[in-house]
Every structure is written in C-alpha cells, then in structure tokens.
C-alpha cells in the first residue's frame, strides 16, 4: 500500500505568483489534513477535509489560501500572491477515520 | 482548544543514556499518537495508545498513558544516534468534532 504521496517535493516561487501543493491520500483514506511547520517549530494545523468537504478550516488564513479535496483527484492546497512569509513546509497527512494520521514526505515552499 | 504541552523542549544526551519525554494537557483525550520527524522528512507514527494506564513497548522505547487519559510518557532506554530526531505527541480530544492535537515537540540529539 503506497504511502501519502506529495508533490512537488520542493517547490520555488517569486512574490506574487501561485503556489499548488497537491496531496495522494493513502488508498481507502478518506481524511485529509494539512499542516504547516516553520524550521525548528512543531506543526500547525491547517485544514481538515473529507472528500468534497471542508470539515475544519479555522487554522487557515482567511485570505490568498484555499484547500480542496475533490472526489476525484488528490487534495489541493493553493496559496496565491504568495510572499516571502509563506516560506515553510507544508505536510499532508491521511488517516482512514479520526485519530491516527500518516504523513507525507511534505513540500518545501520557497518565496523569493 | 486542547492543547498538549511537551518537556523537555530540547534534549541532548550521550549514546546510551536514558530518557523520557512527556506530553501533558488539562483536557482528556480519546486516544494518543506519538510520532518522530527526521529533518526533511514528514512525521513518522510510532505508536497509539488508548486505554487509560495502558503502556506499550517497541524495542527500547515505551510509552505509556496516564491513568486519567490526559498525559503520555515515551521512556527511551539505551540511545541510539539513530534515535535523533523531533518526537510529537498528538491526539483527538474527546467530544464532539475530534480535531487531532499536536504537541510543540521535544527535539532530541544523541551523540556518539
């Protein structure tokens, strides 16, 4: 069974542009969550989706960052205009029902 | 909001020495993980435990669950370098929406 999968691994960007994070799901998870950590800091929760819904968004910004998880197709986490403070990792992680969540190996956001 | 606290916040110590790292909370929680993060890789779950008072053992280390479901131990026995890494404590509080709770993370060193 083939773990959560994340792509880019590392991803750069200049101000201003678009960023998309996707995020495979381990097969039969419906759960999905994204985080984000800052070097040296632990992770913060960002959304929770379950398939075509957004169950918990409250540790996402308000504004440039949207999350999806279609029915078909892998999570999508999108951060347009992105500044220089956007520079982090960001992991998914799945899990088939609440409780333990298996991560992916992240992607790495680089503003410049 | 749950949150879980973790001591110590840094932990540097010589091969084969002993450890503990703990993670508390004021709120009862319905189950704990606990997870090791090398540098550049995604949190890698290491064990659950659910049952007030439970513990349970991988190789050297063990990890136990407060009797009142509300703090965790992970002892480790014998350090190994390749015991190197973040460790988090995470958990679904109970009640309600169980959005899973991660703790600020001990960061441990071993050193040949």
């Known amino acids: 069974n083939a773990g959560v999968m994340q792509n880019p691994r590392h991803l750069v960007r200049r101000r201003g542009q678009e960023a998309r994070l996707r995020c495979s799901p381990m097969?039969?998870?419906?759960?999905v969550y994204w985080y984000r950590q800052l070097p040296e800091e632990g992770l913060k929760f960002m959304v929770y989706?379950?398939?075509?819904?957004?169950?918990?968004e409250s540790g996402m910004p308000k504004e440039r960052f949207s999350a999806e998880f279609p029915k078909e197709g892998p999570s999508i986490l999108r951060i347009q205009q992105v500044v220089r403070g956007d520079s982090a990792a960001y992991f998914c992680a799945s899990s088939p029902s609440l409780g333990e969540q298996y991560f992916g190996p992240g992607t790495r956001l680089t503003v410049t | 909001t749950q949150l879980l606290e973790q001591s110590p916040q840094f932990l540097s110590i010589q091969e084969g020495e002993n450890l503990t790292v703990y993670c508390n909370s004021s709120?009862?929680?319905?189950?704990l993980q606990w997870y090791r993060q090398e540098p550049g890789e995604g949190p890698v779950l290491l064990v659950t435990?659910?049952?007030?008072?439970e513990v349970k053992k991988l190789k050297r280390l063990t990890f136990q669950f407060g009797d009142a479901r509300k703090d965790s131990s992970l002892h480790i026995t014998a350090a190994q370098p390749g015991d190197t890494g973040l460790y988090l404590c995470a958990g679904p509080a109970s009640g309600g929406y169980q959005k899973v709770t991660f703790g600020t993370g001990t960061k441990l060193q071993v050193i040949p």
């Open positions: 435990v659910v049952t007030g008072g």
């Open positions: 709120s009862v929680f319905s189950s």
């Open positions: 097969k039969g998870h419906s759960h």
């Open positions: 989706l379950q398939k075509e819904n957004i169950i918990d």
